[in-house]
């Protein structure tokens, strides 16, 4: 069936207490519209389109970062969430499908609820969830198995109250219904907002069927403040690290290894403990990757070694068998197979031929204060410990550099550069040195 995702992102989030509109706002690594845009991919729906309204430059940005062929339409005002769900009315024109509305500030849904959902054969159909805590949710009041009408907290009798089936906000309708059931929405509640929720009731009056699906109330976990961000990111983590493990990732502890929502790492990979998988890494079958490391955008390959204590930042590819050790930092630089870097050393915009050794405390020196410039080490190279190399350079294939040079220019193939002061002997003269700071030193402690 043809379906239409309709994602509300207008509200401000006041609770957040922020200047980035709360739907931006990260959930492992991702913003937590993009989780919800996810989720809803399962449809493959023929349109996605966003209601923005706070914020709505830096929603649509971020959009077109993931879907570029979302579209983000605008509500001026916040006059509630059927008004909201309005504004996608023209990005809708002549779509016969089936429409589902979600909120940008409910990422968990499944999939797979998102797919029980459209296959609702009811006129109407949304998605409640037996709440542990009901709190401030809307409650569905049911009659049998129609849903005769959503009531607000707000505007709840005591005895409404206690209704513990609640909403979760989706909802599921051809899209002409959708639009044709919103105009007839008012705003005589005790909000005075235009209320999604009011579809239920107005649809039962005209005779047609109304559906609840059922979720689990993790599902439908909204974000409204800051400790909920965390609470959700949490939730997320817990959830992300038990699939791992069950897809065949050694994490030896658990709790202390932060994924984002696009982490992938294949199946008998070791992460030792206190890793941070920021977005964009990959990490093959195989590999292993040691405590206290920080991975953003990057790709390890099979039996690579990662850390204790490396940093790889966006754009960094390692190949099979590359061992990356500690206090390491690479960016924007590819590492051929079986080349090492193993102690204390930052290699940027760069490449390592394969089986090349980067002795420690080399650092390429690829900004010069304006620009950045490349460094390219060509294979079975040998860095010298704490070499220098100011890019732009090339160093040659089986080169080697000694330890401590600044090396400014290229090196050819099977070269040998040093680049450092020679070394001066003086016989004698430290003996005498020592001799003369001693004296100095009793002087000032008798004239003192
Ligand atoms: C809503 C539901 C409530 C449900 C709860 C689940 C309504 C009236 N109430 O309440 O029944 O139990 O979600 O979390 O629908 N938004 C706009 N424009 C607006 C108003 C809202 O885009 O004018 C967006 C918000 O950014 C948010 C979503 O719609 O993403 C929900 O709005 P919110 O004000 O949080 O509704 P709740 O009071 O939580
Ligand atoms: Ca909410």
Same mark, same amino acid.
């Given at each position: 069936?043809? /379906? ?15 200047? *980035?509109?709360?739907?931006?706002? #990260? ?20 349109? /996605? ?64 609820? *998102?797919?029980? *959902? ?28 129609? $849903? ?16 513990? $089936? ?7 309708? #051809? ?32 005779? $047609? ?10 599902? /439908? ?29 050694? $994490? ?29 890494? %990959?990490?093959?079958?195989?590999? /292993? ?15 690579? %070694? ?85 890019? #732009? ?56």
């Amino acid at each position: 069936m043809k /379906t239409a995702l309709i994602i509300l992102a207008a509200g401000k989030g006041t609770r957040m207490n922020s200047d *980035l509109p709360k739907v931006l706002h #990260p959930i492992a690594g991702a913003p937590m519209l993009h989780h919800a845009m996810r989720a809803g991919d399962i449809l493959d729906p023929e349109h /996605t389109v966003i209601v923005a309204g706070y914020g709505a430059e830096a929603v649509t940005t971020s959009v077109a970062s993931i879907d570029p062929g979302a579209q983000v339409v605008l509500q001026e005002e916040q006059l509630g969430t059927a008004h909201a769900a309005a504004q996608a009315r023209d990005a809708l024109a002549g779509f016969d499908g089936r429409a589902i509305v979600l909120f940008g500030d409910t990422p968990f849904v499944r999939p797979e609820t *998102l797919q029980e *959902l459209t296959a609702s054969p009811a006129d109407v159909t949304v998605l409640g969830f037996e709440a542990a805590d009901p709190a401030r949710y809307g409650r569905l009041v049911m009659n049998g198995t129609q $849903l005769e009408r959503i009531v607000e907290f707000k505007d709840a009798t005591p005895s409404e109250r206690e209704i513990t $089936l609640c909403n979760s906000g989706v909802l599921a309708a #051809p899209a002409p219904l959708l639009f044709d059931l919103i105009d007839a929405v008012g705003n005589n509640n005790a909000q005075n907002e235009y209320y999604l929720t009011e579809l239920p009731r107005l649809a039962r009056a005209r005779g $047609l069927s109304v559906a609840v699906t059922r979720c689990n109330e993790a599902e /439908t976990l909204g974000i409204n403040s800051r400790a909920e961000l965390a609470a959700a990111d949490a939730q997320f983590q817990t959830r992300a690290r038990a699939q791992l493990m069950d897809d065949g990732v050694t $994490l030896v502890a658990p709790d202390t290894v932060y994924l984002s929502l696009d982490t992938i790492i294949g199946r008998d990979a070791l992460i030792e403990p206190n890793v941070v998988f920021g977005p964009g890494v %990959t990490v093959e079958s195989g590999a /292993t990757v040691r405590a206290f490391s920080h991975l953003e955008g990057c790709h390890v390959s099979r039996g690579a %070694t990662v850390g204790p204590y490396a940093r790889l930042r966006p754009g960094t590819e390692l190949a099979e068998d590359v061992r990356i050790g500690n206090f390491v930092e690479i960016k924007q630089a590819t590492i051929a197979a079986g080349a090492k870097v193993n102690h204390l050393s930052y290699v940027g915009d760069a490449t390592v031929g394969p089986a090349s050794n980067i002795g420690a405390g080399t650092i390429t020196c690829n900004y010069d204060g304006v620009m950045k410039h490349r460094t390219e080490i060509g294979a079975r190279a040998f860095i010298g410990s704490n070499t220098m190399l100011v890019a #732009p350079l090339t160093v040659g294939d089986d080169a080697m550099t000694g330890s401590g040079s600044v090396i400014t220019s290229d090196v050819e193939d099977g070269a040998l550069a040093i680049a450092r002061a020679p070394q001066v002997e003086k016989p004698g003269m430290a003996r005498k040195l020592f001799e003369m700071l001693k004296a100095k030193k009793a002087r000032q402690s008798r004239g003192s």
